[in-house]
């Protein structure tokens, strides 16, 4: 079966340091991956997402990237957090068209509080 | 973009109570899944159905394409049901991006 895993699970960091989120999925390969955020008591919105290593798609323009060194792993950096980059942040995957189901599924989440 | 509108915004029931959740989208979709958002942060799949009906325990959801919208119905609820309940749709476009509801925050009273 697939897993998906995020770390940290929480963190605190001061304004302006740096971020690196990482997201790892087990049991399936080439899978679609995404990258979401949620403020406090609202929706997720999506970040970015990727189809295949390399390959990135941002959705909102921000002060965060995101990377795909390897094909189940997903990361979400900043050179230089700010206050707004707050809140609850979560990976996805879905299977390639063709090669399973539609759904998507969730990690469990990192919350960044930014100080 | 496509729109999603989720009502009631807020519900509070007593355990053993049953209750309708609805999901609006404004644009056909290719996927629609409910989810159920843990105290802990976790999205828990509930349901995935862009048409038809689907039952699951104590949860069933309905979705009328043609008419936009789905409907999650909880019966009897249990205190554990507590969290807040998002809708999200993929429209049309093979990128499998959802799109999500504000979400309906459901607290089940002992």
């Not at chain 1, 049991?27 to 008591?41: E, F, K």
């Not at chain 1, 759904?103 to 919350?111: L, W």
């Not at chain 2, 644009?27 to 159920?36: A, I, M, P």
Request: charged content about 10%.
């Amino acid at each position: 079966s697939q897993t998906i895993h995020q770390w940290p699970a929480t963190l605190v960091q001061p304004v302006g340091s740096p971020l690196s989120l990482e997201c790892t999925v087990e049991g399936t390969s080439n899978p679609n991956l995404y990258w979401y955020r949620q403020a406090a008591g609202r929706g997720l919105q999506l970040l970015f997402y990727s189809v295949g290593i390399g390959q990135i798609s941002s959705e909102v323009p921000q002060n965060l990237s995101a990377s795909r060194p390897q094909d189940r792993q997903f990361i979400l950096s900043s050179k230089k957090l700010l206050l707004s980059d707050s809140g609850f942040y979560l990976c996805a995957w879905t299977h390639l068209p063709g090669q399973g189901g539609y759904e998507q599924y969730f990690g469990p989440g990192t919350r960044l509080t930014v100080t | 973009g496509i729109q999603v509108e989720q009502s009631p915004p807020d519900l509070i029931l007593q355990e053993g109570a049953n209750s309708t959740l609805r999901c609006n989208f404004s644009d056909s979709v290719n996927n629609l899944q409910w989810f159920h958002q843990n105290p802990w942060g976790q999205l828990i799949n509930l349901f995935y159905i862009p048409s038809g009906t689907k039952q699951n325990g104590r949860l069933s959801a309905t979705t009328v394409a043609t008419e936009r919208y789905s409907l999650l119905y909880i019966s009897s609820s249990q205190t554990t049901d507590s969290g807040v309940y998002f809708c999200a749709v993929e429209p049309p476009s093979n990128d499998y991006k959802l799109s999500f509801g504000a979400g309906t925050t459901v607290t089940v009273r002992a």
